[in-house]
């Protein structure tokens, strides 16, 4: 069945400093999905990436997708105590409504 | 308005027990979903409902069964309670309009068992 790995599964991260978290597929996804959780909260929806190589920002987020649409990345810059939680990036199965969740990015900003 | 909401908040249960977890969505949403998310963080889906039809029913045991009286209600009941199903269940629900599958969740049940 499909696959989706995230690397790494923890980033220690300087307030202040930029980050990147990557997301990659056993298979070509239709689109991917990027959610957060804060600690002790549940899953939100960030943002959805459909075209090949798309890029999108939220403020200081920034998701590509990628050419061969197997993988994405999602990259924070200047990181401030609010982005502390975990990034899961979701795709779906070509056949049926379910989404694979990857094992997530746990994110801890040292102030 | 909560979109999607579920009670318990917290369920704290011995062994052998049997336990049920509610869910509604007021987003007119036509399929529903159950995840449970263990200590790790992994979210693994356990089952899915459109317009009260199962439709995924991933290997979870059978003392785990799911109820959709109606579209907007996804319940789970849980028999014989073991140790191991101490995690957090995520109820969820998602508009299938052609590809999207974007879930909203709900604030999850931190269910215990001791």
């Known amino acids: 069945g499909q696959q989706v790995m995230q690397i790494p599964q923890y980033q220690h991260v300087q307030e202040g400093e930029d980050f990147t978290t990557y997301c990659n597929s056993s298979t070509t996804l239709s689109n991917i999905q990027w959610y957060k959780q804060r600690p002790g909260g549940h899953p939100v929806f960030l943002i959805q990436l459909v075209k090949s190589g798309e890029v999108k920002k939220q403020k200081r987020l920034t998701f590509q997708f990628g050419e061969a649409k197997k993988n994405s990345s999602l990259h924070i810059t200047a990181t401030q105590t609010t982005d502390v939680g975990t990034y899961f990036c979701?795709?779906?199965?070509?056949?049926?409504?379910?989404?694979?969740f990857g094992g997530g990015t746990r994110v801890l900003v040292k102030p | 308005d909560t979109a999607v909401s579920q009670t318990p908040k917290y369920l704290v249960t011995q062994m052998g027990n049997d336990k049920s977890i509610k869910c509604e969505q007021n987003l007119g949403h036509d399929t529903m979903y159950w995840y449970k998310q263990d200590s790790k963080k992994f979210l693994k889906i356990m089952f899915s409902?459109?317009?009260?039809?199962?439709?995924i029913n991933e290997t979870v045991p059978n003392r785990f069964s799911p109820k959709s009286p109606d579209k907007a209600h996804l319940n789970l009941h849980i028999n014989s309670l073991e140790l191991g199903d101490s995690a957090v269940y995520f109820c969820?629900?998602?508009?299938?309009?052609?590809?999207?599958?974007?879930?909203?969740f709900g604030a999850g049940t931190r269910l215990s068992v001791l």
């Open positions: 969820a629900s998602s508009n299938e309009q052609g590809f999207l599958h974007i879930q909203y």
């Open positions: 409902y459109n317009n009260k039809e199962l439709i």
């Open positions: 979701a795709g779906p199965e070509a056949a049926g409504n379910k989404l694979t």
